[in-house]
């Protein structure tokens, strides 16, 4: 265990929780490494600073805070919103890393559009991109995912750059970006990423 273990903490909030006590950071520090030392005060002034669970300041004066533990229930729900935090960031990952290894592939090796649907937690972003590329997201909720995806793949947030990523989209989807693209300005000209090289897309076969 080392001395930013938030395990630490967690013993720390049970014991204070339980004597319905608060806390300053000298004290602690004493309650866990037993010491009021400045290594052992500044480690629990550490851990107080990046903790999102178990503590809240209850007064603060200068650079002195006192920190109350928080109640059970808030604390697990503390937990679950952390847990479903992480796993949505890891399917997010997950999701890039499908698209990047798709374009890396050649095109008569590129995954069928039957593929891309069997999982609807990846299928829902691919439509998702489709609708941005055509101005029809229905919702900022569509609009922030299809630009948060274009992001994380080092694009501009525009209808070209949702072309580019996935070139197979329906022949109408593709037509209507077009003339998205002519009546609209690009102010994103130059600091876009030249993707031509992906102009067979990430499905093969699609349309």
Known sequence: MTWLDPTLLEFAWIELLETNKSVTVEELAEMIFGSVAPVETYCAHLLLSIDEIYFTVLDSKGSSSVYGPRPTVQVEEMK??????????????????????????????????????????????????????IDASKDDAQRNTAGAILKAMGLA??????????????EKTLLAAEKLLLESPDPDRDDRIDMSDTSEGICNGCG
Request: aromatic share 12%; glycine share 2%; net charge positive.
């Open 80 to 133: 679950r919103r952390i847990l479903a935090k992480e796993a949505a960031d890891k399917e997010f990952n997950e999701f890039l890393e499908l698209l990047k290894s798709a374009k890396a592939m050649p095109p008569r090796g590129k995954p069928s559009k039957s593929s891309w649907k069997v999982e609807k937690k990846i299928w829902y972003r691919i439509e998702f991109l489709e609708a941005f590329a």
């Open 157 to 170: 947030k525009t209808a070209a750059s949702v072309v580019n990523i996935r070139t197979d989209f329906p």
